[in-house]
């Protein structure tokens, strides 16, 4: 049974940083590519970063890229986002899910429970 756990959410200052987990088990880690997706409140979802299954590969949206991190940890079948400089903005529920190949790209076949993050002062 493929399993996601995220860990890691919490209260941070606006500035601050965290540190998001997800374990997986229940398949080959090392054979997907992983990613983080969130849900502020009342939007959508929004796909956040993407890394490949050898872990050399890492992409984020825009509304990211410098302030977060993403990495993986074959040997421990984890993966990991480093959230650094936050903003209100980046108040979300935080998602890691699997991504598979469909016909016409990619989709998301599995996805963990979710972790809260709340940026406040």
């Known amino acids: 049974e493929v399993q996601l756990v995220e860990s890691g959410g919490g209260l941070v200052q606006p500035g601050g940083s965290l540190r998001l987990s997800c374990a997986a088990s229940?398949?080959?880690?090392?054979?997907?590519?992983m990613v983080w997706v969130r849900q502020a409140p009342g939007k959508g979802l929004e796909w956040v970063s993407a890394?490949?299954?050898?872990?050399?590969?890492?992409s984020y949206a825009d509304s990211v890229k410098g302030r977060f991190t993403i990495s993986r940890n074959t040997s421990k079948n984890q993966f990991s986002l480093q959230l650094s400089s936050v903003t209100p903005e980046d108040t979300a529920v935080y998602y890691c899910?699997?991504?598979?190949?469909?016909?016409?790209?990619?989709?998301?076949?599995?996805w963990g429970q979710g972790t809260q993050v709340t940026v406040s002062s």
């Open positions: 899910a699997r991504v598979v190949v469909v016909p016409g790209g990619l989709g998301i076949d599995y």
């Open positions: 229940g398949f080959t880690f090392s054979s997907y590519a």
């Open positions: 890394i490949i299954g050898g872990g050399g590969s890492a």
